[in-house]
Every structure is written in C-alpha cells, then in structure tokens.
C-alpha cells in the first residue's frame, strides 16, 4: 500500500456489508481528494487502499451524510465549496459531475438515494446565505431553492422516507427548521428553536425520523423524533460543548445509536427505553466522525 505522510483532513464515513467495511473514510491532503476503504472483513490481514478520486479539488464542511451505497453497491459521493459536485463509482471507476457551478456552493452537503438509485441533494449556497436542493434527473440535476427566509441552509442532513417523501432538517437564523417535500410542493417549519449544529438524521422503516443535533449556545447533545405530524425532543448529554459532529443511525429494533464529541472526548449513547447510556469512547476528540453497525448491531466509529 502506497504510504503517505502528508497531514490530511478527515471526513469519514462508513458503510458495513456483510461484516467488511465497504467504504470508511474520504480525505483532504493539499488539493487532493483520496478515497481510503477496506473491502475486507476489519479484523483481516488486508491492507487499507487509497485512491485519488480527483486532482485538484476544494471541499470543506462536509456532513455525515454526504456519502452513500447504493443497492448495487456503487459509491456515491457529494462535496463541494467553490461549487457542488456529485461523484459516483461504477465499474471500478470514479465518474464526477459538477452539479451547482454556483460561486461558494457546496459545504454542507448531504446525500440520500431513493428507491430508484436517484440521488437527492441538499447543501448551502453561503454567497445567498440559502438551502438548495438538487435531484438528479438524466444526465443533469434540476435545481432549486428550499429556503432564503435569513441565512440558512448549514448542517443539512436530507432523509428520504418509504413513499418517497424527501425532509431536510438544516439550522436557520434561530432555529432547527424542518423541510418537507411531496410532490412539488415544501413546507418548512422550525420545531426547536435555537442554535441548531452538527445536524444528523436517520429515518425508519415506517417513515418516522430520528435525529440529532448540537444545541451549541449551551453546549447539549439533543435528541429529536417526529412521529409524521409532530415533533418532540429531549436532552441526551448536558456536559461540557456535548454533540459536536453528532451522527446517528438506528439498529434492526429501530433503536438510535449516536456518536459525538464533548469536551475534548469521543463520545457514544444508545438509548435504553426511556434513558440514554452514555459512555467515552475515546479520550481524543472525534472530528466529523461518522456512526454506523455492524452485523451484530456493534457500534463502530470512524
């Protein structure tokens, strides 16, 4: 395997099938864009590979939802800063689109594909301070403004729902505001106001959403449910700056696993009826990190 000392940004990300890790981590060193994964079960003798998707490259802000599988098991990436791209992984290679030319489009960026493989996008224009949502359609994307009420459109995490419905949940001027599309047609509300970061989401099976988030004026991990008409939330970690690079995934029962960061620490909590299990994962901070589990509904944290 090609060594590399170079100091990188980290944006992880992991996908787990059938017990190896099919896609981990996507990295920023100078101006290029590297793809690192282990097709292999974890505790093998194989090596890591790394591959430079694109040469050069500038993306910052990235989300934990900003990279998928899809059900053929391609990869599916979005990022951007100067401008949005799209790229995809198939036949062993990587094909790239640029998806909004938009000056300062991008950071932000989440990623969900829905029943059909389509891949639906949602980041923050930061020149118009708004929300944008892409689909694409063909070989293009159609594009359009969700939100420009004040400047939104940071921590999206877009969600797509069995019916196909697409929610966005993204931090607006003084609040956490929730868009939701059907059709043609979004609504918006803001069902927790304050300074909403590190937005996280996970739909369920039956079309609920779970959700997670940073309340970062008093520092609290906080934990949302909306039941399809209505939300409610409860605090999971009032310790010192909790839920920082919050992500959150459920099990096969349909419990939330999250993993974040507080005080300096790497944290995880899953939810045991009505009370929260928390405990340190590691004693170094974890920087948008990135949740999933293993076949065995195990935490694993990259």
Request: include cysteine; hydrophobic fraction near 35%.
């Amino acid at each position: 395997m090609k060594q590399r000392k170079e100091k990188r940004n980290l944006f992880s990300y992991e996908v787990w099938i059938g017990g190896n890790i099919k896609a981990a981590i996507f990295s920023m060193c100078l101006l290029s864009f590297s793809f690192i994964f282990c097709d292999v079960p974890v505790l093998s003798d194989q090596e890591w590979q790394i591959e430079d998707v694109i040469y050069p490259v500038d993306f910052d802000v990235m989300t934990d939802r900003y990279f998928c599988l899809d059900s053929a098991g391609n990869l599916h990436c979005a990022c951007g800063y100067e401008r949005l791209f799209y790229y995809v992984m198939e036949n062993g290679r990587w094909h790239e689109v640029l998806v909004d030319g938009t000056l300062r489009t991008g950071m932000h960026a989440s990623l969900a594909l829905d029943t059909q493989n389509t891949p639906h996008i949602a980041y923050h224009d930061e020149m118009a301070g708004t929300l944008r949502y892409a689909k694409k359609s063909g070989d293009m994307f159609e594009i359009e403004i969700v939100d420009d009420n004040g400047v939104c459109g940071q921590y999206t995490s877009i969600a797509i729902v069995p019916g196909g419905g697409v929610h966005i949940v993204y931090k607006g001027p003084e609040s956490l505001r929730h868009a939701v599309c059907s059709g043609d047609h979004w609504t918006i509300g803001s069902p927790w106001l304050g300074q909403a970061a590190y937005i996280s989401v996970q739909p369920d099976p039956a079309g609920n959403l779970h959700l997670c988030f940073q309340d970062s004026v008093n520092g609290d991990l906080i934990y949302g449910y909306y039941d399809g008409s209505s939300w409610s939330f409860e605090t999971v970690d009032n310790s010192e700056d909790a839920g920082k690079y919050s992500s959150i995934i459920l099990d096969d029962t349909g419990i939330p696993h999250v993993a974040y960061s507080a005080n300096g620490s790497l944290y995880y909590a899953v939810r045991n009826l009505d009370n929260w299990e928390i405990q340190r994962a590691d004693w170094d901070d974890g920087e948008w990190l990135s949740i999933t589990l293993d076949a065995e509904n195990l935490p694993v944290i990259s």
